[in-house]
């Protein structure tokens, strides 16, 4: 039984609280907030279970076995730092942290101490996630040609990141687990409308080593909520709309072929295939059960896990560069390669 | 009554031959096109009407006063300008021409001999668009703040212009008509997924003198036929979606309200609204008859219409720098001004 | 070329004579209708097409082979016996007849004349039902259990017919299409809510010598258009949703699955089975396009057409049956079979 | 603080349990259920809560002052009547009773001991029902024309009562509470796609005094789950979408206008009218905290909740008469007035 402390009860703490509580293989004997209407809450749900208003508390206690970090991204690396310092493995809420050296000395310190460090990437574990990497794996799609995402919703505007920080993380995460494939630059633009805040709607369009584009648009300012992600290929494009309940994934069996002219060599004729569509039924398996397995099992084994420091470092590394970028109105900027920046 | 002569009747074509049939101020006495099966069909829907594989046959036939061309981009310079010096009204499809040097000359040329000179922005004479233009201009939004509009589809792969110019053009003449006021500059990536073709997907940011934003999404290559844009204000949001048959507009009262933060000044404490939506009727009263009426009206009244040639060269001036920022990887250019570039 | 006269240029009118213009078997040699503004539209779009506001005039013409019968329900008997008895082959739009006794009559003379009637059910040319039949012969579905649809929309109150005999019309010649069986006895109610007028919405229940059940709902007075369809089978169920423009039908990979209670005999246990979405690619062939086909086609063999006046008449008695079971509240009434009353 | 013991901990229990624990009115004391994984899941979930196999420990216990009954319908009878002859307050699952004769017993034992008799009308606690019943009686929809419900989705077949005693329970509650006016009789039919088993699918008609008329369809055997209803009026319509999360009712201005013909008085010409579409912000507040509330609050003053024995029984009645006329294949049945049966 792996002991766990979660930091954080705020949005997302309460889903690591429950599925850290109802896996057989962890348990959670402390949770740390700084509000106490939240640490009542936790009591109330969870009597017996400790609370605190510091965060040491639950670093420090000899009894705990895991870190879980669940605060604003600005908190992210001292208290992961201190968590690894004090000899505890440390899942962390995405993304990772605020910088990729941040994120760099982080690995740096698990890898030094032994300790498995993680990020919570938590698409990364859903069954429609799963499902569109084995689509693309096996060859369903052809040659993946672009990736589309919309990601917008009114609210959770956040003080200490952009929209970029806050969603397009996740859009991030997902292509490096479906394309096991790495960006080579970013353009980005975006725009605050809230004075002196940062930008709360913005566009990234990233560009890769062959004609694979991916195209990301938050935005905390929309009427409605859109979580939709088109994926197209040579053979097959598929859309993932991760608000509807049944039917996530379809998958249409259109696309276009190319054809010599009959006319001249002069131009291309091309002709349009318009097959069946097919919706796969997705199992309705809970994310952060299989993440909390993950990280049970990676500690256990003593091996990294899939969503390792490393994968959170890269996805940080393109936020940055994305941020940088957005800051000088789309201009083009490569994004560094290796572990350590 | 006033006699036209179209010139093509490939996708567009036929739908501009019924609308100035069925007018009570215009007849259509001819139609060109290159393509023998075409007139065919032009002959077994409308006989009597007179048919011909040579454009210039109508632009030089003393019994047409107006030219209308629906042909691909590449020639409507040649053909527009030929209709002109014919002392001919020209009513041509979007984007007006292939060059804003050669929009300016169509301009000035109509100028000269006190012609019109309209282009086919067909978005402008549709009732949601107008009904969106009316609640922008009430006030109803509050300060415009984004734009989004995404418009993908399968197929109409052209040859002569890439997928800007064929999709966002009904964009940026959107933007025109509903916000009266002009993008300072614009940086667009895409990429082409046909070896040797044009770019078939690409998404543009128009940046305005203020905090306005626009976005635009245009692919040749989607699985399904979206027609959608956001528009955000500050007091309320609408989405636009022009595939739905009834409801194309739906207006959210929805948005954020800055307070000051009890907690001290280093930080606005933002909270949201969620109100009510809100569907006007709108009109299904088809945009060419609306369009026909005006090319008719301001030929008899001597004066521009709403979609003159200066309205066409401000687009394709976008369009021209928005696929030289795509060419540089979503470099921002600056839009050049004035009707002589 | 079969030389064609059609009565009626009302709603459905105007699709008839264009399909029967453009096919290469036959030609609308004139329309009539009682309404002058009518006959000048079909002038305007058809020069050269004879119009006259007496259908005699058409019935009697030497030149007319055929009648296409497109006028309120309560004409169709007349107009029809007038041609048939004139020598004219006769399509009569649906429902044939405003009674089954009237339906034997004209089938009786067309027999008995050697001339071929047949009656427009539309809905059995659409590419989507004509898949439908093909699934449920196939035995994808399994053991066909239920038909349930909803057909509902604001307008088209008539005069002479409840809404039964102008909505629901439709889901029975689909039906009698797709499952070649005949519905033993309907139990039927509705409301009018217009003072002394027909009903405006009607509840249909068809009961099946075996446990197949269909539902028929079908509404004037609705806020929206649906045009909704299920039919549940022991193997697979599908939803039919005609106002979708593509993924028409949807084939689910549901249902349950009986097993045996390991707890006794006293219950069985019911398992369920949630597999794939499947939606075959539908063809948009235009149906009246393959009407005009089988009108034409079947004149020419002299063999009896796919919708013939059988067809039509077994939609009536079941027409006739429910209006009389929803007088009598629900009622269920036993539905008369053979061809003669 | 009132204290309750829960019995049954199936598919709605976990919900009670909840609502009345987080309460500050109620507490949950001990919890009963025959199955003893559950109870080992409530004991995992709220460790210290007492937990049983035997539901009489929780009536006859002295510390518990209301009993929840959440078990299947057959057993409701004698639980809810042993808890009243214990001294408890009851609150039952819907329906309240498998017969009107058990119900009318329990009311009078209820009255008899001064004990709340309280059924669970889930529906009535919505912010979306009342929001309907707001609209009503503002008088926003005209005169009350038709209510039409479809409640159909895959699963959860009951071995004690057939579809119209799970499903069309809660239609019966929410008409009961929107339009205070009661049906005088019903007509339906069904059918039954398991052999030996009850009706998997049915359809009900309730006749009003006036011309309003209900229909419920409602279906343990379909591909999707649907949670629709019209209600339409003499002023506007609205649908309601229980499964949509946010527009859960969308109200439309439109209609019909009886307008005197001018041909003369044997026809009414009808107009239609198509305005606005309006969809009001609906409080997000979970319908079981507002339920738990006023069974507290009911406890308290001594008075009859909102959804009592009485709304219970005449639910019950319906439900009765319903499932007679379907054994008589739709026949209609006068349903019987006054509370004692």
Redesign the interface.
Known sequence: MIKVGVIGFGYWGPNLVRNFS?SDQTQVVGVADVNAKRLAVVQ?R???MQTTSDPLELIKDPNVDAIVVATPVSTHFDLAMAALAAGKHVLVEKPITSTSEQASRLIEEAEKRKLTLMVDHTFVYTSAVRKIRELVLNGELGQP??Y?S?R?N??A?Q?DVNVIWDLAVHDLAILQYVLRNEPA?V?A?????????IEN?A?L?L?FPD???A?I?V?W????KIRRT?L?G?RR???YDDVES??KI?I?????H?ADSPEGAH??R?N?R????????IEATEALKLEVQEFASAIKAGRKPLTDGEAGLKVVRILETATE?MA?????LEIAKGVLA
Chains 1, 2, 3, 4 share one sequence.
Request: charged share 10%; net charge negative; aromatic share 14%.
């Open positions: 109802e109330a969870y009597p017996g040609y672009y589309d919309v917008i009114l609210g505007f003080h630059a353009s633009t975006g725009m605050s409308h809230v004075a002196g805040q709607i566009y369009t560009f004609s694979f584009i195209h648009h935005n300012l929309a009427p409605v088109l197209g040579s494009m598929l859309i049944s039917e379809k249409y069996d259109k696309g276009i190319i131009q291309l091309i349009y318009a097959g069946d569509m097919w919706a796969p039924h970028s000088r109105r789309g201009q083009v």
